[in-house]
C-alpha cells in the first residue's frame, strides 16, 4: 500500500485498514493496522511512504532514475529483482510471483 506524498518533510495522516499488522518500510518498523497512522515523509520528495502487510511479500526493482530507461516495463533479464518477505510471528508468508516479457500478457512462469 502506498501513501502518496507531494512534498518533503512533513506528516501525513495514512489509513492502515484490516487487523492485520503493517510494515512501514520507510521507517523501517510494524505498526498495527485499523488505524490512523502519521507518516513523517523523510528529506527527499522520492522517499515515498509505503506499506507490506505482515504475511505477504514484494517484488521490487532497483532503478537509478538518472538512467535512461523505460520506466513502463523492465527487462528481467538486465534488472535485478529483490523480494521482500514479511513473515508473520509464526515464520509463516503467502504470495504469488509472476515473471513476464514485460511487453504482453503472457506469463513466463510463477514461483
Not at 500500500?1 to 492485520?20: G, Q, R
Not at 507490506?52 to 523505460?70: K, Q
Not at 516495463?73 to 515464520?91: E, F, G, R
Request: with cysteine; charged share 15%; proline share 5%.
Amino acid at each position: 500500500m502506498v501513501a502518496p506524498v507531494l512534498d518533503t518533510n512533513i506528516t501525513k495522516p495514512v489509513y492502515l485498514p484490516t487487523a492485520d499488522n503493517w510494515y512501514d518500510v520507510l521507517n523501517d518498523k510494524i505498526v498495527s493496522g485499523e488505524q490512523v497512522y502519521d507518516v513523517n515523509t523523510g528529506g527527499k520528495l522520492l522517499d515515498i511512504p509505503y506499506f507490506i502487510r505482515v504475511g505477504s511479500a514484494m517484488a521490487t526493482v532497483d532503478l537509478n532514475i538518472t538512467d535512461n530507461v523505460n520506466l513502463g516495463y523492465v527487462t528481467a533479464a538486465s534488472t535485478p529483482i529483490s523480494i521482500t518477505i514479511i513473515a508473520k510471528l509464526d515464520y509463516s508468508c503467502y504470495g504469488f510471483f509472476y515473471l513476464d516479457d514485460g511487453v504482453t500478457y503472457d506469463q513466463k512462469s510463477s514461483l
